[in-house]
């Protein structure tokens, strides 16, 4: 089955820095790769998805970029502000009934001022 | 806000309670799921309904009984519960079936067995 891994399991950076999340899957027939960030005490919240039919997405601080042949996906966040503070997994999933959400172990990023 | 909502947000329990979870969805979305996860580690999906019809069972122990009654609604429900099952469980809601399309979670009940 699918497997999803995910690095750096902790990130820590200073306001106004980038900060890169990288996560790999082994299945090729994988298509869509989801990203959620957790604050504490909260559910996990989508904040930026892409699917295999393109290389890259961005919404405003946030990108990703996918690499289809090496089976690379990556989370890219500029200027972090502290409330970027928080748990981001990545996930990988296929189109197919009887498939789930395989998510990464997380990423805990810390943003200091 | 999430427009996915869970009640209780926190409930403590003995091993010998009957008690149940509560989720609900305004969003006309027709996928609903239940999520355990554990501290530090990211959510296992336990059960999937499609149009008010259980999908997945992902080898769940019958303790715990999932319940659609509409699509708005998704209810678990727990009995006989171990300390082990202390955890925070999500629900989540998609608009059809089919894990590539965009789950919105809600925050979760947290739960304690004593």
């Known amino acids: 089955g699918e497997n999803v891994e995910q690095h750096p399991s902790t990130l820590s950076v200073q306001e106004g820095d980038s900060a890169v999340i990288k996560c790999t899957y082994s299945?090729?027939?994988?298509?869509?790769f989801p990203w959620y960030k957790q604050e504490l005490g909260k559910g996990p919240q989508l904040i930026i998805d892409?699917?295999?039919?393109?290389g890259e997405k961005k919404d405003q601080r946030i990108a990703v970029t996918l690499n289809k042949t090496a089976k690379h996906f990556s989370l890219h966040i500029t200027e972090t502000q502290p409330e970027d503070s928080a748990v981001y997994f990545c996930?990988?999933?296929?189109?197919?009934?009887?498939?789930?959400?395989?998510f990464g172990k997380g990423t805990t990023l810390s943003v200091s001022s | 806000d999430t427009e996915v909502t869970q009640t209780p947000k926190h409930l403590v329990m003995g091993m010998t309670n009957k008690k149940s979870l509560k989720c609900e969805q305004h969003?006309?979305?027709?996928?609903m799921y239940w999520y355990k996860q554990k501290a530090k580690k990211p959510p296992e999906l336990m059960f999937v309904?499609?149009?008010?019809?259980?999908?997945i069972n992902e080898s769940v122990p019958s303790r715990f009984s999932p319940e659609c009654p509409n699509s708005s609604l998704l209810n678990l429900h727990l009995h006989a519960l171990q300390p082990e099952d202390s955890a925070l469980y999500l629900c989540?809601?998609?608009?059809?079936?089919?894990?590539?399309?965009?789950?919105?979670f809600g925050d979760g009940t947290r739960l304690s067995i004593l």
């Open positions: 989540a809601s998609s608009p059809l079936r089919g894990s590539n399309q965009p789950q919105h």
């Open positions: 299945d090729s027939a994988s298509n869509y």
């Open positions: 892409i699917r295999s039919n393109v």
């Open positions: 996930a990988a999933s296929q189109n197919q009934a009887g498939t789930a959400l395989i």
């Open positions: 969003m006309g979305h027709r996928a």
């Open positions: 309904y499609s149009y008010e019809k259980l999908s």
